[in-house]
Nanobody, 126 residues
Framework: QVQLVESGGGLVQAGDSLRVSCAAS????????MGWFRQAPGKDREFVAA????????DYADSVKGRFTSSRDNAKNTVYLKMNSLKPEDTAVYYC???????????????????WGQGTQVTVSS
C-alpha cells in the first residue's frame, strides 16, 4: 500500500509557473501509474495528467496540454506536475493518484485509482 503526499501549491498570478510534487512511500513506486487530478469549488474532480510507470509516456487533458508537464523520479519516489502560463481557471485543489493496474488508456478515469493524496491548493489570481 502506498501513501501519497502532495506539496508545492500556493497563490500565484496569472501567467506564472508553479511545480507541485507528490511523494510516495510504503510501496514499490515503479509499479504505479501516476495521475494528477484537480477539483475546483462546486465542480467535479477532473483529470489533468497521467504518467506511465517508467515515465516515458504521458497524457494530458486538452485544457492543460502545452502548459503542464508531468515527470517522475523513480529513484526519489516522486512525481511532479510543472504548470506554466497559469490561468485563473486552473485554480483548484490538485491531487495525485496511484494505481498498479491501470494503463494510460484508462488513466483519465478517477474511479480506477486505488490511492490518493490529500491534495494541495493552487490559486491563480488574475
Amino acid at each position: 500500500q502506498v501513501q501519497l503526499v502532495e506539496s508545492g501549491g500556493g497563490l500565484v498570478q496569472a501567467g506564472d509557473s508553479l511545480r507541485v510534487s507528490c511523494a510516495a512511500s510504503g510501496g514499490s513506486f515503479l509499479t504505479y501509474l501516476m495521475g494528477w487530478f484537480r477539483q475546483a469549488p462546486g465542480k467535479d474532480r477532473e483529470f489533468v495528467a497521467a504518467i506511465s510507470r517508467g515515465g516515458g509516456s504521458t497524457d494530458y487533458a486538452d485544457s492543460v496540454k502545452g502548459r503542464f508537464t508531468s515527470s517522475r523520479d523513480n529513484a526519489k519516489n516522486t512525481v511532479y506536475l510543472k504548470m506554466n502560463s497559469l490561468k485563473p481557471e486552473d485554480t483548484a485543489v490538485y491531487y495525485c493518484a496511484a494505481d498498479r493496474k491501470i494503463t494510460l488508456v484508462t488513466a483519465r478515469k478517477n474511479g480506477l485509482y486505488d490511492y490518493w493524496g490529500q491534495g494541495t491548493q493552487v490559486t491563480v489570481s488574475s
